[in-house]
Structure formats: C-alpha cells, structure tokens
C-alpha cells in the first residue's frame, strides 16, 4: 500500500516534470513572472513600511510635508505595482499558453494517431470515447500547468521564508515547519484516495460521451420508433453515475480543501502559543516573535498554491492515463519504399492467395481468393449478402492488409508501396457514402488540384450535375454533415463523382450505384472505358445489367471464389449466381408464388 | 440551425435562465447558504483574530500578555475548525447539488436534442452537439462549486473592511472607494468582452469535437482517397482555432485581473497623500493613517478574488448559452400530448390510411419546394409503391407521413387525424419507418431488433428472422442473434445491416409501415425472399415501399410516381407500365438492367 502511494506521487511528479521539459521556454517565462510577482509582493511591503518610516511619520511630527516627498511616495508605490502587474501578466500568460499549447499539442498527436491507426483499431474505439480521449482527457492531462509557475515560485518565496525562520529563531521555526511535511503527508493521502475516484469520473465522462454520440448519430432511428425517453433514460443513467462518481470526488476534494486553508492558520498558531511562552521565558524577543508570525501568515498563499497544484494531479493523472494507450497504440498500416508503377493504360490487378479474418470474428472472412484482372478490363464481384465483396474492395485499395497472401497492383505488393501511392492510382467508392461537412466543390476535390472545369465533367459523369445546378450555392453549397441536406442518391453521385475525378488506373466501385438509376450508372460505366486507355475496374454489383457490362464475372460465395468466367457461363454453370441475378426474373413464376403464399397465410 | 450567440443578453439574465432550468440546484440550498455565511464569517475573522492576537497578545503596552495570547490562540483554533467543518460541510453540499442539477440539465440537454430535426435535417454536427451536453456542462461545475462561494466571501469580506475602514476615517474610505468606481464602471465592460471570448473557446471546441467525429467516422474515406495530410491540416487548424481563442482568453482575464491591482496602487498612493494632507490638518493620527493602509490591503485582496469570480462566472455562462441554446430551441414538430395535451388523439384502431391534403414542403425557406401540390388518399391496407428518379421527394414524403417533419403547406392526415394532432405515443407505435440509412446500436443483433420492442425475448427475436426468411442468414453468424454488430454496425455486411434495421421495424408491429430504401444493399435473391416474406405478414396492414429496384412497384397494389416534388402518376402497375409517362421510361430501364430484356445496346 505505501508502495501505491508512492508510486501515485512519484508518477505526478514524474508529470510535472513532462509539463516542464515538454514547454521549457513558456514555463522559465512563467517563473520569470511569477518571481517578478513574489519579489514585488515582498517590495511593496518594504515601500509602505519605508513611506511610513520617512515620509508619514515625519510629516506627521513636522505637520508639513513637500510636494516632492509625497510625490516621490505615490511614485514608489505605482512603480511597484507596476512592476508587480507586468510579473502577473507574464504569469498568467505564459503559465495560459504553456497549458494551451500543451492541450493543442496533444490534441494534435492524438488526433494524429487516430488518422494513423488501421481502422480494426477504430472499430475497437467507439467514437464517443475518441473524442473524450481528445477532449476532456487531454484537458484534464494538462489543466494543472495554470497554476504551476505559480506555485513554482511559491516554493522560492517558501524557501526565502524558512530562511529567515531559522535565522530568527531555529526552535520556533521547527514548531511551524511541522506544517510542511503534514501538507506533503496529506496530499499523499489525498492523492491515493482522490485516484481511483478521478480514474472512474474520467471513465465516466467518457462513457457519457459515447452515448451522446452514438444517440445522436442514431437520431432518425431513435425518433422514427419513439424511443426517445429510453434515449434519454439510458443517458440519465450514466449522466447520474458521472454524477455519483464526481460528487465522490468532492468529497474527497471539498475535504482537502479547508485542510489546506487551515494548516498554515493552526501553524501560526502554534508559533504564536510556543512563541508567547519563549517569549515569556526570556528566550526570545517579542518583536522576533511578531515577524515570524508575519512570515507565517505570509506563507499562506504559497502553501495554497502548491495545493491546487497537488490537488489537480489526481485528475491529471487519470486523464493522462487515457490518452497514453492512445499515442502508444500500433499497428499502423507499414508501408514500403517503393513508387507505384504509372503509366496512361488502366492497372493490372492480381490477387494471389489471399485470405483475411476481420478481428474478432471466428472464421475467416475470404478465403484462398486468387484472381487477376487484366489492364483496362472491367470486372463484376457478385455475391449474396455477407459473402464478402466489400472486405474483398477494402483490400484492392488497402484499406486492409490480407493474413495470407498478396495483393498487387502492376505485379508490385501493395504492402511495398509508400504511403499515398495506393490512393494516388486507385479510387474507391465505398458502399455507404461519407461526404465530409464542406462544400459540393471540396467534397469531390478532397483538397486535390482541380479545376472547375474538371469538377465540372466529373459531375456530369457521375450524372450530378444537375442537381448540382439546381443547389442555391452550387458546388460552393455547403452539404451538411455527412451530406445530411442531400438525398441519397445525390449522395452517391458526389462519391462517384470523387472517384472519376482522379482518373484512377483502378477505380474499385462497392455496389456504390444502388440508389442511381441504371441507365445513368450505364453512362458511367461506359464514360469511364470510353476514353483510350480505359480504367480497370472492379465493380461489386448485383443488377444484370452492371454484371453485363463486365468483361468477367467472379462468383463469391461464403469467403471463397467458386466461380469466374463470362456471365453467360456463369449463368449456366452455377445455380446460386443463376438464381441471384435472376432472382427479378420470371414474373410468372412471381406472381405464381405468391398466390400460394398468399393461401397459406 | 441552433440559434447563435445571444451576445446581447447579459450574463446574469443568462444564469437566472439556467437557474430556472436546474430545480434540482436549489433544493436544499438555504442550509448550504447558512453553511457559506459561517464559511465566509469564519475566513473574514480568521486573518482578523490572528492579526488581534498580535497585536494586543504580543504587542501589549508593558510586554507580552501571555494569558491573553493562550486565550486569543485557543479563540482562533476553534474559529479556524469551525471554518473548515463548515467549509467542509458546505463544499459536500455543494458538490451534490451542483452535480445532481447539471446531471439533470444535461439529460434535459440531451433529451430535447432528439426533439429536435437539426441533426437529420440540418446536418448539425454531432460532435459540436456532443460538447454541448458533456464540456459546455462540465464548464459549469467549476463556478458553482467555487466561484459563487468564493463570490460570497470576497463581498463578505469587502464589507467588514469597508466598516473597519469607516471606523477608523471615514474621508479616507470614500477615498478608497472613488478610486475603485472605475473600476466598477469598467466590470460592465470587461463581462462583456470575457463573455465574447469564452463564448468563442465554447464555439471552437465543439469545432474541434466535431472536426475529430469527421475524421473518425470518415477514416475509410481518408485512408481510401490518401487525405491524411489534408484531414490533419484540418485538425490541426480546428485545435488551433481552440489554441488561439483560449490565450485570447486568457490575455482577457490577465487584463481583468491586473486591473484590479492598478487601482488598488492607485488607491494606496492616494491614502498616502490625502492620508498625509488630512494628518497635517490634524484630521487624523499617524497610527490610523499605518492602520489604515494595512485595511487597504484587506479591501484589496478581496476585490482581486471578485475578478477571479467574474472570470469564471463568464466561462461558466459560455457555456451555459450554448446548453441553454439547445433547450431554447423549438422543436419544429411537437409532440401534441406535450404542447396541448386537449387535443392531443391516439390513432383509431384498425388499419390505417393516408391522405395529403394540399401538401408543399421546402427545407428552407425560398429554396426550390422538395415536395409540391401533393394531394392524395391511400386506402388502408394498401401496398404503395413509391418510386422516383433520384432527389424527386421520395424520402421526403416519407418523413412527412410520419411526422418527422411537418409540411409547410397543407396536412397530412393518418386514419383520419391530422397528424399534427396525433400523439407520439400512439403515432410511433403504429407507424413506423426503416430510414434509408438504417443505424445499429454498438450492441448484439437482438438487441438492436428489440430496439423496436423492448420486451421480446431472444427466442422471439430468432423466430422473427424465420419469420422472415432469414433463419438460415442468421444462424450462419457465429453467435445467432448474441452476435455482436460492432459500432454503427459496422461489424455486419451492409445487407446485413439492413436486414437487421427490417427485422428492427417488423417486431414493432405496426399498422403503417414505411420502407425507404429498405433493402437497397441486399442480394436480389435475399430481398426476394424477405420482401415476398413480409408481404404476406403485413397483409391487411398499409405498407410504402420506396425502392429503386421495380420489383417492389410491380407487386404493389399502387404505384406512386414521383418527379421533381410532385406526384405525376399513380396507379397500378399493369396500368403505368404502358401508359405515356415516366414510369413507363423507369420500368424499360429497369427491366434492362435487371436482365428481362435484352441489354442497351451502348
Ligand atoms: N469488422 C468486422 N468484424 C467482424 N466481421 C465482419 C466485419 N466486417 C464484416 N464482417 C463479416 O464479414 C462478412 C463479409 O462482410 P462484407 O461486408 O465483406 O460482405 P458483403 O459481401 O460486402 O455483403 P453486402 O452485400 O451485404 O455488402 C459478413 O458476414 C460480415 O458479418
Ligand atoms: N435536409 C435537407 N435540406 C435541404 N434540402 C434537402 C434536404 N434533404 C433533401 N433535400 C433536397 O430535397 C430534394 C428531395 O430529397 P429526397 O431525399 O426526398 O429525395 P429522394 O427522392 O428520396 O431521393 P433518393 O432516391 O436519392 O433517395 C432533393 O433535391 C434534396 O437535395
Ligand atoms: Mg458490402
Ligand atoms: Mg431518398
């Protein structure tokens, strides 16, 4: 147990001492101005105590003063203060922009890391938390720093003070001293208690945080089966645990608190009871006593500050406990040397033995799949739901790297590419749409080099341009976030428009034409292999007429490849790609079946 | 849009707000104030006593009195304890009923939210909401708990050093207190400003929150298209957007606080001369003159910690505005039950119909109409069609039948009631829709399908699947209806997601049943099986099928068609396909690409 509460202490400060290295010039600056402030503090004392001595007390034995002797007074005491405020302003400054800059900085790498780590990584991490780690708990880690120069310079002004105790009176000086290990003791106890206590009301922030995000992200589901009171009954539960688990924190704090107010007044005190005895007794002078006691009361302040110090570091602890497995989380996606292959002809595609499980599930999720598409051909994965095609897409643009085997692009290994060299030769369309909260114009560029007029033609390949036309801003209007003020159709049409931009040497489209009509995804289709080095493409879908515009057919079913060839073949060698695509087919036998459904029910 | 910045409101017409919107913050709250006028008293008197005791203990004319030190010392122990026990006490209660009323302005935050159509509708930005019912109500916490104490004690305090201060010269202390009248003036003034600048540190987390929801939600998207870099920038410019309002801040309240300093030396240095000016007409003495000068000090402290108060009162405030905000807003469709419980109706028994009346709906005001002139019945017990090139009004006819949004022209109307007239208890139990982005909840499949009825138990919920034909689907997952589907549902195909989202609304039993997009991303076998499934279970229901798959409109009783906002035709399929009109152009093309004819020639 003493070894935990060693360890608690040991590692704030160990904290601490991270804030200071991490922001060196913005804390000497701090302490600058917090030395400059307690130096000044002490100085206006002197100033009142000389303008008393030689000026007041003088005037008031002559009965006249001069103009300049007052002058000169008033004079001392603004220059003091002055110079007091410009210690406080480079304290409170710089002591602000030393935790500022610290949050911005950790915000930065933890943010980072979340656009580093590989998306199992993201499907672990639900979003709320994310964004506490982000928020609350990066405040948390740093929220301390404020007040540190402060207390910094507390503990010079601190060791001034025990000094001039020593030197006045060793033995009163001990009986006072007592104070300082009690706050140390006391701040032991407290950061033990208070630990545990801030871990689970960080925990809880986050855990509220999650609720709110996953319930407001599920707004039209909640609202379209009337489930907002259960909504916010399951959020009032957590809401009220976070508020048990802060007010447990109070109490703990709101005890700590008035020891630390207290302990330097009982101090005194004890100075004051054994000094009035001493004094008595003839061992000390009463005017030695009265300036202890004033170097007593003096101490107040800087004892409080080291509290507030202390009495943070419980939560900056458990804040910065949160964030740590954050920054050191792996399994970045590794990337290799090389540049990928370029040329004006569509890429070749070869997938060699691959095989990938998705974490946590039991089996896995493709298996043994070994296919190539050749430059510029156009290739149908078809396959009931849950066979596997979008994990298949996710790994033609690495979004993945499969357990087994490789996947290449112009016979290089994805895995040897640098980073950006995938995205810079392929494009993706992803089955569930994501538009980004920007405009029309930004959503399709992605911050790339294009010009209007190439947005322009992108749209009208992707059949948007229409609608675009029609938007109030046109491609300046803003869409919402994730496209909330377009249909959903409109939404595809952007991500389309996005992928054909780039003119991409593999453009990999995951059933992204469901909600356009299929004469337009014809148009597509073919506006991307009419041009004289047409694209290679790959394309998940399940409406014959896509399947037929496809140089080949592979037919996936459960994780495996059972089937590749022409449709026609397909058609007539495999039942279940017969029965899929044909599933719309022979209206008769339709309405035949559902006469007899009818007459069981 | 949330309404934005109320800038002009001041802040204490803010927090009277906010106080009327947490009852739970004034219970109990006169034994708490009793506790802060002891805790108060007890930190006036603390400095005064000790100050007593030097003076008239050790500095007695004629030597220490050390009977008088021992009883004045054992005066201020007992004064010191009582003040931390009340401290103590007062801090406990404090921190209860703070933490109890903000949990409750956060529920309420949270659950007027869902009120609300800003996050479907508006695209408002989950992460910048997020803020508004965890940070923005944390924010709060700090001022309740310490700065209205603090408040209280620094007035306590400026108060017995004004009456001291008066005892000893009264000139001297209206001295003091002109000095401070600026000071006064200028607190207006600073409020203001500091409000401004907390107002935007709220503003820009919930930017940085709502920047990191992008990334993470979007983080395929980022890693498909390689805009690491340009998402980081982003990021980056989001938190130092943050950075940059918080040391703006900061400079403020630096200002404020320095302010206060000012004028206390101003103060001094004008006690010193008038102080010195007064002595030598023989006004006062140079004792009350030192003594005063120490007062000063005491009249000082307390107006520095008064800044500190204002400081964190305005951060408080900021935050609060933007909960409050949220609360202030209307909610564009009310519940009838709550906002005028007389008129308030259940929907009658039995099957249900459908008429628009007139109907218009544009999402913004000026903006193109997405739904013009629609004027209707549907029977009950009808399967509807509803079909439509992309962006024709399609969802948005749904929305409005089931009241997710209200028409801003002409009613609607379900089994006779308008619906604005409709209680949600009764309206979201009959009527129910499958949205065209159906969400999951991070749970397993069960749950997510008693989602839709809460007391079934799994052995109902796997008999539903098989209900639906999707028995062998389901028990081809590794842990049946216990598996988990991962965040949003990722962890499922998309099909899968769907069926899950249908098999959602089909437990909920409902008389209308709205289908947008239902099935979209389901292979064609699958849907055939599930669609022809529910079909024959909701016979003698109403059901509107919105599909772009024709299938769907070819076994319906009625077809709608949309086109461009308006319906332009309707009726049965065998009757549309061949009649002039554009369903006529959507079946051809439909029955190209599901293989009935021969392809297009391209
Ligand atoms: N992140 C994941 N964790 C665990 N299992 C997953 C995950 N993602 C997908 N799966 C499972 O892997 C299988 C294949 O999923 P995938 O999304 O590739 O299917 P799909 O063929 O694209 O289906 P659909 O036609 O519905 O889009 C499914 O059974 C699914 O449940
Ligand atoms: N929240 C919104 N704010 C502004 N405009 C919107 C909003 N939602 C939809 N619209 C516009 O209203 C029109 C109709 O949209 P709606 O979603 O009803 O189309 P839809 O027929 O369902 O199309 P789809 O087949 O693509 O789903 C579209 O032009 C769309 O851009
Ligand atoms: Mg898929
Ligand atoms: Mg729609």
């Known amino acids: ?601 | 849009m949330l309404p934005k910045d109320r800038g002009a409101e001041s802040a204490t017409a803010t927090l009277r707000r906010g106080l009327r919107m947490m009852p739970e913050f004034r219970h109990g709250l006169p034994l708490t104030f009793l506790l802060a006028l002891v805790a108060t008293a007890g930190r006036v008197v603390v400095p005064i006593a000790v100050q007593q005791t030097l003076d008239r203990g050790l500095g007695a004319p004629g030597g220490p009195d050390i009977g008088l030190v021992r009883e004045l010392v054992a005066i201020c122990a007992v004064v010191v304890l009582v003040t931390g026990v009340a401290v103590y006490r007062m801090n406990v209660r404090l921190f209860r009923t703070t933490e109890t009323a903000l949990a409750g302005l956060r529920v309420r935050a949270f659950r007027h939210v869902h009120d609300l159509s800003v996050l479907h509708q508006q695209g408002q930005r989950r992460g910048s909401l997020v803020s508004r019912v965890t940070s923005d109500v944390d924010q709060l916490s700090v001022f309740m708990q310490w700065g209205g104490v603090l408040g209280l004690v620094s007035l306590g305090q400026l108060v017995v050093a004004t009456v001291v201060m008066a005892v000893y010269s009264w000139q001297l202390t209206l001295l003091v207190l002109v000095c401070f009248i600026p000071l006064g003036v200028a607190v207006k003034f600073f409020a203001r400003r500091l409000a401004t600048v907390y107002g935007l540190v709220r503003e820009r987390i919930g930017d940085v929150l709502a920047a990191v929801g992008e990334s993470v939600v979007g983080a395929p998207t980022v890693r498909a298209y390689g805009i690491r870099a340009r998402t980081a920038a982003r990021l980056d410019r989001a938190i130092d957007r943050h950075y940059r309002a918080s040391v703006d801040a900061q400079k403020t309240t630096a200002a404020v606080y320095v302010s206060g300093e000012f004028v206390a030396a101003v103060a001094n240095a004008a006690v010193v001369v008038v102080g010195v000016w007064l002595g030598i007409g023989g006004h006062i003495s140079a004792g009350t003159l030192v003594a005063f000068l120490f007062l000063v000090t005491l009249f000082v402290a307390p107006v520095q910690t008064a800044s500190e108060v204002l400081n964190e009162a305005q951060n408080a405030v900021a935050g609060f505005r933007r909960v409050l905000d949220v609360l202030d807003t209307e909610p564009d469709v009310q519940d009838p039950a709550v906002a005028d419980p007389e008129h308030a109706r259940g929907l009658p028994p039995g099957p249900l119909d459908v008429r628009f009346d007139h109907v218009g709906f544009g999402y913004a005001p000026g903006a193109r109409k997405a739904l013009d002139g629609v004027d209707l019945a549907i029977a009950p017990r009808t399967r509807v069609a509803i079909v439509g090139e992309t962006g024709s009004g399609k969802t948005t006819f749904a929305k409005l039948v089931t009241r997710l949004m209200d028409p801003t022209e002409g009613r609607v109307l379900v089994g006779g009631v308008p619906l604005t007239e409709v209680a949600f208890a009764s309206l979201r139990e009959r009527v129910v829709m499958v949205p065209q982005d159906g969400f999951l909840f991070d749970a397993s499949i069960a749950d997510n399908v008693r989602y839709g009825r809460p007391a079934l138990t799994d052995a109902e919920i796997t008999a539903a699947f098989d209900e639906l034909g999707l028995g062998d689907w389901l028990r081809g997952l590794s842990d049946g209806v216990r598996t988990p589907v991962g965040q949003r549902g990722e962890s499922l195909s998309a099909g899968e997601r769907q069926l899950v989202a249908v098999a959602r609304a089909y437990v909920a039993d409902p008389d209308l049943l709205v289908l947008d997009e239902a099935t979209s991303a389901v292979d064609p076998a699958t849907e055939m099986r599930l669609t022809r499934a529910l079909d024959a279970l909701t016979d003698g229901r109403t059901t509107l099928t919105i599909a772009h798959r024709l299938s769907t409109a070819e076994r319906a009783d009625e077809v709608l068609v949309v086109d461009a906002g308006r319906v332009v035709q309707r009726g049965r399929h065998a009757d549309l396909v061949d009649a002039p009109g554009p369903y006529a152009g959507l079946h051809a093309s439909w029955r190209r690409s599901s293989g009935r004819q021969p392809e297009p020639v391209v």
């Open chain 1, 1 to 601: 147990m003493p070894r935990r509460r060693d360890a608690v202490v040991r590692r704030g400060l160990r904290h601490i001492g991270r804030a200071v290295s991490e922001q060196r010039a913005m804390f000497t600056l701090a302490l600058l101005g917090s030395s400059l402030y307690a130096g000044m503090t002490v100085a206006s004392a002197y100033v009142i105590g000389g303008i008393t001595d030689r000026v007041l007390l003088p005037s008031f034995d002559d009965g006249a003063t001069t103009g300049a002797a007052l002058g000169l007074a008033a004079l001392a005491i603004l220059v003091v203060a002055v110079l007091k405020i410009v210690g406080i302003i480079g304290r409170r400054l710089f002591a602000g922009i030393m935790s500022y800059r610290l949050m911005a900085d950790y915000r930065r790498r933890v943010t980072g890391q979340y656009l580093r780590l590989p998306l199992s990584w993201h499907q672990r991490h639900p979003t709320g938390q994310l964004l506490s780690n982000a928020n609350s708990d990066v405040e948390a880690s740093w929220f301390f720093v404020a007040p540190l120069p402060f207390a910094c310079g507390a503990l010079v002004m601190v060791a001034i003070t025990v000094v001039a105790l020593v030197l006045t009176d060793p033995l009163l000086a001990v009986v006072g001293l007592v104070v300082f290990p009690l706050v140390f003791v006391i701040n032991a106890v407290y950061s033990q208690v208070m630990s545990p206590r801030m871990e689970r009301a960080q925990q809880l922030r986050a855990e509220v945080s999650e609720i709110a995000h996953e319930s407001f992200d599920a707004a039209l589901v909640v609202k379209t089966l009337g489930r907002e009171d259960d909504e916010a009954r399951r959020f009032a539960v957590k809401a009220d645990e976070l508020r048990d688990g802060l007010v447990a924190v109070g109490r703990v704090r709101g005890l700590f608190d008035p020891m630390m107010e207290a302990l330097p007044n009982l101090g005194t005190l004890a100075v004051l009871l054994v000094g009035a005895e001493r004094v008595a007794d003839g061992a000390t002078q009463a005017g030695d006593l009265v300036s202890i006691a004033y170097l007593f009361t003096l101490l107040a302040l800087p004892i409080r500050a080291i509290g507030w110090v202390l009495a943070d570091l419980p939560r900056a602890m458990a804040g910065f406990d949160r964030v740590t497995p954050v920054l050191q989380a792996t399994g970045e996606i590794p990337h290799g040397p090389d540049a990928a292959p370029t040329g004006e002809t569509g890429a070749t595609v070869a997938l060699r033995g691959v095989e990938f499980r998705h974490e946590g599930a039991p089996r896995p999720t493709l298996q043994g799949i070994t296919f190539d598409v050749a430059a510029g051909r156009t290739l149908a994965v078809v396959g009931p739901t849950g066979s596997g095609k979008s994990t298949l897409a996710g790994l033609l643009v690495r979004l993945v790297d499969p357990d087994r085997g490789t996947v290449e692009l112009d016979g290089v290994d994805l895995r040897t590419l640098r980073e950006g060299e995938v995205s810079s030769q392929v494009a993706f369309v992803a089955q569930s749409t994501f538009l980004f909260d920007d405009t029309v114009r930004d959503n399709v560029t992605l911050g790339g080099d294009f010009t209007d007029e190439q947005v322009h033609e992108a749209l009208r390949t992707a059949a948007a341009e229409d609608f675009v036309a029609r938007l109030p801003g046109g491609l300046d209007t803003h869409v919402g976030e994730r496209g909330a003020s377009l249909s959903g159709g409109q939404r595809q049409r952007l991500a389309i428009a996005r992928a054909v931009i780039r003119h991409p040497r593999l453009l990999v489209l995951d059933d992204a034409t469901s909600a356009v009509d299929p004469s337009v995804e014809a148009r597509i289709l073919d506006a991307l292999r009419a041009t004289d080095h047409p694209a290679t493409v790959v394309v998940v879908a399940y409406r014959q007429a896509t399947i037929a515009l496809a140089d080949e057919v592979v037919w996936i079913e459960n994780g495996r490849l059972v089937a590749r060839g022409a449709h026609e073949e397909l058609l007539a060698q495999v039942p279940g790609y017969a029965r899929l695509v044909r599933a719309y087919q022979p209206p008769e036998a339709d309405a035949a079946e559902r006469e007899t459904a009818g007459a069981q029910a």
